[in-house]
């Protein structure tokens, strides 16, 4: 079936570093790929999504590439603030029909970002 | 913005009670989808909808919980009786759900019912 594997957390990083949250994925066909962001208490939030190869995803500063060839969609941000702290989610979305689209998530990154 | 509604927010009871969460997608939104998340992990699906019917329900409890859309539009997830491992986040998601276009595979996330039994 599919899957989606993120990196493990914590990450820990300084106001201005630059981040990457590594995911990569399994899936048969050709999935839509997201990254979902979750502050603490609330939802989840569509940070930015990819539908096919070589699509580049952008949000607020965030950006994502599919890469087919690696079976990637990592998560980058050139300089990070205090308010993006929170957990980030890989997911693909697999299409089983019709309309018919299921969500598989990773299980989240929580990033921590100190002034 | 459209956002998907949910409620409670917050809701504690005791194991053995019944509990019931209610959502409100986005309008217009034909598939509808309640997730449960466990602190630390990510959402997983018990039960989608596409408008009224049920598409998928393999990973709900179905000798405790139930859901229902009966027209196709809010929904409410019900525990009967509530146990200790149901604390958890109760997640309500909905999408387009009509052939074409890029937004139809998306999914727009309420902000979720926090769910402690005690």
């Known amino acids: 079936g599919n899957s989606v594997t993120q990196m493990e957390g914590p990450v820990t990083l300084s106001e201005e570093a630059f981040l990457t949250i590594n995911c990569t994925y399994t899936?048969?066909?050709?999935?839509?790929l997201f990254w979902y962001v979750q502050y603490p208490g609330e939802g989840l939030q569509l940070l930015l999504k990819?539908?096919?190869?070589?699509d580049k995803g952008s949000n607020k500063g965030f950006e994502a590439t599919y890469r087919k060839e690696t079976t990637s969609f990592h998560l980058e941000k050139g300089s990070v603030q205090v308010s993006d702290s929170a957990v980030y989610f890989c997911?693909?979305?697999?299409?089983?029909?019709?309309?018919?689209?299921?969500?598989?998530f990773g299980k989240g990154t929580l990033l921590t970002v100190n002034p | 913005e459209a956002e998907v509604a949910q409620s409670p927010r917050y809701k504690i009871t005791e194991k053995s009670q019944a509990v019931a969460f209610w959502c409100d997608p986005i309008?217009?939104?034909?598939?509808l989808y309640w997730y449960r998340q466990i602190l630390g992990q990510g959402p997983e699906l018990l039960v989608q909808?596409?408008?009224?019917?049920?598409?998928?329900d393999s990973q709900l409890p179905k000798d405790r919980f139930s859901a229902e859309r009966l027209k196709g539009v809010d929904s409410t997830l019900k525990i009967q009786p509530a146990e200790l491992g149901d604390s958890a986040m109760y997640l309500c998601?909905?999408?387009?759900?009509?052939?074409?276009?890029?937004?139809?595979?998306?999914?727009?996330f309420g902000p979720g019912t926090r769910l402690t039994v005690l």
């Open positions: 998601a909905s999408s387009l759900g009509r052939a074409g276009g890029p937004l139809t595979d998306t999914q727009y």
């Open positions: 899936a048969t066909g050709y999935p839509s």
């Open positions: 990819a539908t096919k190869a070589d």
């Open positions: 997911a693909l979305s697999e299409k089983r029909g019709g309309s018919n689209y299921k969500l598989t």
């Open positions: 309008s217009g939104h034909a598939t």
């Open positions: 909808f596409q408008d009224e019917s049920v598409v998928d």
